[in-house]
């Protein structure tokens, strides 16, 4: 058997109409089944635009010059609808009060299943259940213009969910939120990723509390994928600038710096300290003390 | 005066007993009782109407806001029976006439009113559905609709954004103001064109119109209440052609008029002898 | 200086108090941070300080004056606001003319205006986008463009509502630099935020606001170790505090915290260093 790629782009290329410099340009990557991929850049680098290639926002409803192949689950999309791919990928945006407009956030749940025509009976089981999931039972009845932004984001995650899609991309879906709500959507984020296998891409400006559950970075700078692997990896690529470094991390490369890469410390301890993998998260860095306090 | 009846047209969420009626039911309702206004002239079955109508008033819970409207319309309603009563030639009474008129003009106001108080702004894009309408069009009313408290809202902060960069609204010449509006104008517009376009990703990223047909997780259903009344308009109705085909004579209580001494027009010149009589001595 | 005395405020006569006694001052040069929950009454707060809004009871002092009588125009002149949404105030044709909006409208000499726009834009590193529309930018970049387009006012007194927000953490080193320079040159800097490790690095000074009333005003080292306030404002615990009070929770040492990076360091270095001399004596 051969393995097919959830999502794989082509030499993708796409420069915005009145708009000099490309804002992609020959990206090309692959995500596999179940990847959690945090999408890391500056802002105008070119994130969301990259990310509205993946189900034809980008070329269908921008005008501008676009190149190259975008393919789902080994199949090209180029000939699909946007709408068509609703089944394929959910999509999340930034802005939680322009992307609701139902009655009440049952509604909007239940919003793409009613455009694919499904039976009755069958919308209300997989509402409730989405309702369940999300815990959205007590605003289940209330206008999605009269709740936070936070539950308003949990709605539009709800209604991206409704058609059960293998893949959900997540554009800066938490940065108009508070940090508490945030921390709270990014776990659920990556609960639908590990338990029900959703293959998610994510755009965020916060690593530290999203690095713990993600398998793979790619970091965009000026419209090209400058780095694409696995976090540890592409923080080491040197093309990552150490701006965007995980504040945990950037600590510990200062202890290691001003400690002189540990060598204030006994030869044995030293390496011990050497081998505890650099932390990213909280969890890594508590790894990484009592690795030091243990060792020897 | 215009922010009271817009009010008075505002779809209110209330669970009276109006409210549960559907909006078909109430769209015939609003039919039947248009029809029986234009056909009456005469003052005595208007007043009846006006009393029968009014009642629903209270049932869909909204006579507060009803008094309200009327107070603020009073004036125009007056005006109406004034303007009849003095000027219209060819009937035998020009007041009985001007009430007439007045009382149609309420009656009316009261059934649209019932009708936009009591069926939602989704109602009445399901109720378009029902007729066979396309869905992006329902969709699209029931959506502006929905919007337009957040736009309201954020012409509000524009104002006050502009404000505190220094932007004076209100001076200098006429031109120099327009040439003011231009930094209010721009951010309203493109807001409304950002979100509209945002929404639209959103929703196409969804699904919309992915398939020719469609289902709902909630449609209008009639209710036994509604068959009974509609039943009974629909009989109202038939009797509204029979009339207008037969022209049956009315009862002659139903065609009272005003004596002639009640006549606004002889008040008007008794009270102008009266107070010529007045001055004289 | 900006000095509130008992404010009171409700948006209708049948509304509630939105604010409910608000009392603070803030003196020229300090950079200050107020913190809470979304519908805590921030925004409302901060436009009483350009007279947007009146008190229903009680005072606003600007510079030692009552500003209850004073126009809006006139405020202009002491306060610079930005307001939480960039769309809300970006319509000029290029970057630059919506730089230039403010200083215009406030009578500065046209030299000034270009020296303005050119310095800031350079501070914020937009010299790049100068002639391109500002409604075609990114999100991150109209941002950028709003704030700058009210700090090129000048103003002695300078308001941000939620300026970090949805910003990369390049633009905020930035725009903390930024403010804290102005803080230099004795001007005063009030902003609405909702991440901690900005008032950590930037303000001094946070101001806590719960449900319309200050519940607690202070040194933003202290006031952020306290967990129920972090709660009650709806922020989240910064990641030094967190990683320190874990890592005190594993090795049974009291928790007592570095606040800086520097002293963080400094004290993962001991903690290491210790751990090899008690290896050592054993
Ligand atoms: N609708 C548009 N028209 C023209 N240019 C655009 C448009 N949207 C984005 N751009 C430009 O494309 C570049 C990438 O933007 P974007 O993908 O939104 O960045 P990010 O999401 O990383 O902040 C930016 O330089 C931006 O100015
Ligand atoms: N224009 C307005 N009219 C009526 N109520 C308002 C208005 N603006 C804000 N409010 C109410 O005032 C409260 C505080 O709002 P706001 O100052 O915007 O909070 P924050 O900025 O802390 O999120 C909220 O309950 C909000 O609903
Ligand atoms: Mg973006
Ligand atoms: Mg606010």
Redesign the pocket.
Same mark, same amino acid.
């Given at each position: 058997m051969t393995y097919t790629p959830v999502i794989e782009l082509k030499n993708v290329t796409f420069k915005?109409?009145?708009?000099d410099?490309f804002?992609l340009e020959n990206v090309n990557f692959q995500v596999a089944q179940g990847d959690f991929v945090l999408l890391v850049?500056? /802002?105008? /680098?070119?994130? /969301?635009?990259?990310l509205k290639t993946l189900n034809g926002l980008i070329p269908h409803f921008?005008s501008g010059l676009f190149g190259g192949d975008v393919k789902l689950f080994g199949e090209s999309i180029a000939e699909k609808k946007t709408a068509q791919l609703a089944k394929t990928i959910g999509f999340v945006f930034q802005n939680p009060e322009n992307q609701l407009s139902a009655l009440t956030v049952e509604r909007e749940i239940a919003f793409p299943l009613e455009n694919f025509a499904i039976p009755r009976q069958e919308i209300r089981r997989r509402v409730n259940e989405i309702i369940a999931l999300l815990d959205l039972e007590k605003i289940q009845d209330k206008s999605p213009f009269a709740i936070s932004g936070g539950e308003q984001q949990l709605t539009a995650i709800g209604s991206a969910l409704a058609l059960d899609p293998p893949i959900l991309v997540f554009?800066?879906t938490t940065s108009h939120l508070s940090p508490q709500s945030a921390t709270k959507i990014i776990k659920k984020i990556a609960e639908l990723n590990r338990e029900q296998g959703k293959t998610v891409i994510l /755009?965020e400006h916060r690593l530290d509390r999203n690095l713990q559950y993600v398998t793979k970075i790619a970091y965009?700078e000026s419209?090209q994928l400058k780095a694409f692997g696995p976090p540890r990896e592409v923080l080491h690529n040197k093309n990552y600038p150490l701006e965007l470094y995980p504040r945990i991390t950037s600590l510990y490369e200062q202890l290691k710096k001003v400690t002189d890469n540990f060598a204030i410390l006994p030869e044995k301890h030293r390496k011990q300290l050497l081998a505890v993998p650099e932390p990213l998260t909280i969890d890594d860095f508590l790894l990484f003390i009592k690795g030091g306090r243990e060792s020897v | 005066m215009s922010t009271r009846i817009l009010e008075y047209f505002n779809y209110e969420q209330d669970k009276s007993l109006i409210h549960r009626f559907d909006p078909r039911t109430k769209m015939l309702f609003v039919i039947v009782l248009t029809c029986y206004t234009i056909l009456f002239r005469d003052l005595v079955p208007l007043m009846l109407l006006f009393a029968g109508v009014t009642p629903l008033v209270l049932l869909a819970k909204f006579f507060k806001k009803w008094l309200r409207a009327m107070i603020t319309v009073l004036p125009l309603v007056l005006l109406i029976i004034i303007l009849n009563a003095l000027l219209l030639k060819n009937v035998p009474s020009p007041t009985t006439a001007g009430l007439a008129m007045g009382f149609r003009f309420l009656i009316l106001a009261e059934v649209f009113g019932i009708f936009f108080q009591t069926v939602s702004p989704d109602e009445l894009s399901q109720m378009f559905i029902k007729f066979r309408f396309p869905y992006s069009l329902a969709w699209a009313i029931s959506t502006a609709y929905r919007f337009i408290p957040t736009l309201t809202k954020e012409t509000a902060i524009i104002v006050a954004a502009q404000k505190a960069r220094g932007l004076q609204i209100d001076r200098g010449n006429i031109f120099k103001r327009l040439k003011n509006m231009i930094p209010l104008l721009i951010p309203i517009f493109a807001s409304a064109f950002r979100r509209s376009w945002q929404l639209a990703e959103a929703i196409e990223s969804r699904g919309w119109n992915a398939m020719k047909k469609r289902t709902f997780l909630y449609s209008l259903r009639l209710k036994w209440w509604d068959y009974l009344t509609l039943l009974l308009l629909f009989g109202l109705f038939a009797l509204f052609l029979l009339q207008v085909i037969k022209q049956y004579p009315l009862p002659s209580w139903m065609l009272w008029q005003l004596p002639e001494k009640y006549e606004l027009k002889s008040l008007a010149i008794a009270f102008w002898s009266w107070l010529k009589n007045l001055f004289q001595k | 200086m900006i000095e509130f005395r008992d404010v009171y405020f409700r948006y209708a006569k049948k509304n509630p108090d939105v604010l409910k006694g608000i009392s603070f001052k803030i003196t020229d040069g300090e950079l200050v941070a107020l913190v809470g929950k979304n519908g805590a009454g921030k925004t409302t707060l901060l436009k009483h300080i350009i007279g947007l809004l009146k008190p229903t009871k009680g005072e606003v002092w600007i510079n030692n004056e009552n500003i209850i009588k004073k126009p809006i125009s006139e405020l202009a002149q002491t306060v610079g606001l930005a307001f939480q949404n960039p769309n809300h105030q970006l319509f000029a044709e290029t970057v630059e003319k919506e730089l230039a909006f403010g200083p215009k409208n406030l009578g500065m000499p046209e030299e000034e205006q270009e020296r303005m726009v050119q310095k800031i834009a350079e501070n914020f590193n937009i010299t790049h986008l100068l002639q391109?529309s500002p409604l075609?930018?990114?999100?991150?970049?109209r941002r950028l463009v709003s704030i700058a387009s009210v700090l090129t006012m000048g103003q002695k007194i300078l308001v941000l509502d939620e300026p970090t927000f949805g910003q990369d953490y390049r633009q905020k080193k930035r725009l903390g630099t930024y403010l804290c320079d102005l803080r230099n040159k004795g001007i005063t800097v009030f902003i609405v935020t909702h991440d901690i490790d900005f008032i950590l690095d930037y303000f001094p000074r946070v101001i806590v606001l719960v449900d319309g009333q200050i519940i607690a005003d202070g040194e933003s080292k202290t006031i952020l170790q306290d967990e129920l306030l972090i709660q009650q404002a709806d922020l989240e615990k910064p990641i030094l505090l967190e990683i320190q009070e874990k890592v005190a929770k594993m090795t049974n040492q009291e928790y007592l915290p570095a606040t800086s990076e520097v002293e963080f360091i400094e004290k993962f270095k001991d903690i290491l260093l210790q751990a090899a001399s008690q290896e050592g004596k054993k």
């Open positions: 915005y109409k009145n708009c410099k804002a850049g500056y /802002s105008g /680098s070119g994130k /969301s635009t990259l921008y554009d800066e /755009s965009i419209g | - | 391109k075609e930018l990114s999100g991150g970049e």
